[in-house]
């Protein structure tokens, strides 16, 4: 059975795991609801929620191993590079590492390392822009009167500055 954290743009391992102790999944969706008259409700679209995992992996290794290791763990926990979570199941895609927990052992002369690491799904998405060609509307055709279409003029300079009122006024005022 085959277990591991990669990264998800590499799909290289961010951290060799000696044990894998566990790991739980939990999925969510929802019912947007409101009411409406006479004490009914309105149910609309079915919101699905990003997955959470908590994974729970043993590391061993000499006190440099595993300090690198926790090093790398420490910078994706920081930072918003995605990983992904194998198992012999399923792999879970593009998960960031919101929380990190780990117990230092000292087992003989090899060090044990347990890791927990709380992952969430960020779904990626590709934003897509079009122009779109919109006719002006006429202050006759308009259903109210502020939907009518204005003409864009750009930015107007002032008749009369503020500075030139105010020298007015100063020269009013020593005259």
Do not use: C, H
Not at 44 to 49: D, M, R, Y
Not at 88 to 100: K, M, S, V
Not at 141 to 170: C, I, M, Y
């Amino acid at each position: 059975m085959t277990y591991e954290i990669t990264d998800a743009a590499s799909n290289k391992p961010i951290a060799p795991i000696s044990s894998f102790l566990g790991m739980s999944y939990k999925f969510e969706s929802k019912d947007t609801r409101y009411p409406v008259e006479k004490g009914g409700f309105f149910s609309a679209n079915k919101v699905i929620s990003p997955w959470s995992i908590p994974v729970q992996v043993a590391i061993t290794g000499t006190p440099e191993r595993l300090r690198s290791i926790l090093f790398v763990l420490q910078r994706y926990a920081s930072g918003t590079e995605l990983v992904n979570v194998t198992t012999p199941f399923y792999t879970y895609l593009d998960g960031n590492i919101e929380t990190l927990n780990y117990t230092l052992k000292e087992n003989g002369a090899v060090g044990l390392l347990e890791i927990e690491l709380g992952l969430v799904e960020i779904r990626q998405i590709e934003a897509r822009y079009t122009s779109v060609s919109v006719p002006p509307i006429s202050a006759g055709k308009a259903k109210n009167k502020s939907d009518a279409s204005t003409e864009e003029k750009g930015k107007q300079q002032p008749r009369e500055s503020a500075l030139d009122k105010t020298t007015d006024w100063v020269k009013g005022k020593l005259s």
